[in-house]
């Protein structure tokens, strides 16, 4: 886990000298230590340094969202992304914005509501008579309630002003391009309040995945633990899409890697998923960077482009049915 929070921080601090702007290694070190010194302070100041940051908060947020999520519906192929609550998140901004409220400060509690909605919505439809315990369900009523979202979000988009397509032609694509030091407190105290719940949550979680029936005989309250679950997942994966938009992948891919390292013990599981998130979105941001500078492409873009065969492997491997 030391190792893996050492290149956490070694990519963000490496992705602060990557930009579409050429500055020369020495002048960003300057730039770090006089925050006044000029244009090129500026810049790592103002766009790099919150950048970076806000590429390690959302990738934890995300990784475990995505670890909860897998827990919670005992389903291989859950995240954020496949089971609508980022679909629902998108849908909540489209709504701030067709309101005019362009800020993180405001849109963020769209975001919460949309990712609340879509997790109600997702949930109910697939516990139908099975009491929520039918994976490949849960996986189809995502699927669902993410084209119907989805839909809205485009109709949304197309029939509002223009100020809504602009507000959402880089936040779609799940890009931290142009988030600044305002996104850092929400994407932080949410951060900070999921992992808090995590690990209240994680002796709980160990015994509900073995079974519901299995969880009441060791004494887990059931309905209390599924309830704080949800909350902790819309607030760990609305806080994230709000602040730099959809990124798939990232929380499918993250808790497989970090169950492959460190099994499944949700003590381990749950910050070793934010870890690895933070390490796969830090690359996706940078490599994003890389590929056609000195334009960019967006980090939801670059981890769907990695992810991508990582889901039709775990597919093929027949991962659907549970973990």
Not at 88 to 102: E, I, K, M, R, S
């Amino acid at each position: 886990m030391t190792i893996l929070a050492m290149a956490a921080i070694a990519l963000a601090i490496g992705s602060v000298f990557v930009g579409s702007r050429t500055i020369a290694p020495h002048a960003i070190v300057d730039a770090l230590v006089s925050p006044h010194g000029g244009d090129d302070a500026l810049v790592v100041w103002h766009s790099r340094l919150p950048r970076a940051v806000i590429a390690l908060c959302a990738g934890g947020c995300l990784g475990m969202a995505g670890a909860l999520m897998q827990s919670l519906t005992r389903n291989a192929l859950a995240e954020p992304g496949t089971l609508g609550i980022n679909s629902g998140a998108a849908a909540g901004v489209v709504c701030a914005l067709l309101q005019g409220n362009a800020t993180i400060e405001t849109y963020v509690w769209f975001s919460f509501a949309g990712s609340a909605l879509a997790a109600v919505l997702v949930h109910r439809l697939g516990r139908a008579h099975e009491a929520g315990h039918n994976p490949v369900r849960l996986v189809l009523a995502g699927a669902g309630v993410s084209v119907t979202l989805g839909s809205f979000t485009t109709l949304g988009i197309l029939a509002g002003p223009q100020s809504v397509f602009s507000g959402m032609r880089s936040w779609a694509t799940g890009s931290l391009e142009g988030r600044g030091w305002d996104v850092v407190p929400i994407l932080l105290a949410s951060l900070i309040a999921g992992a808090l719940a995590c690990l209240y949550l994680a002796g709980s979680l160990n015994s509900t995945t073995l079974g519901a029936e299995m969880g009441r005989s060791l004494g887990v309250n059931i309905p209390l633990t599924w309830g704080l679950t949800n909350v902790t997942i819309i607030v760990l994966a609305g806080a994230a899409t709000a602040a730099i938009g959809p990124v798939g992948f990232v929380g499918l891919a993250a808790p497989h890697m970090a169950r492959y390292l460190g099994g499944t013990d949700h003590r381990w599981l749950l910050s070793l998923s934010g870890l690895f998130a933070m390490v796969v979105l830090l690359l996706a941001d940078i490599g994003g960077r890389l590929v056609v500078a000195p334009n960019e492409i967006g980090a939801g873009i670059m981890s769907a482009l990695i992810g991508a065969p990582f889901f039709i492997a775990l597919v093929r491997r027949g991962k659907v049915s549970g973990l």
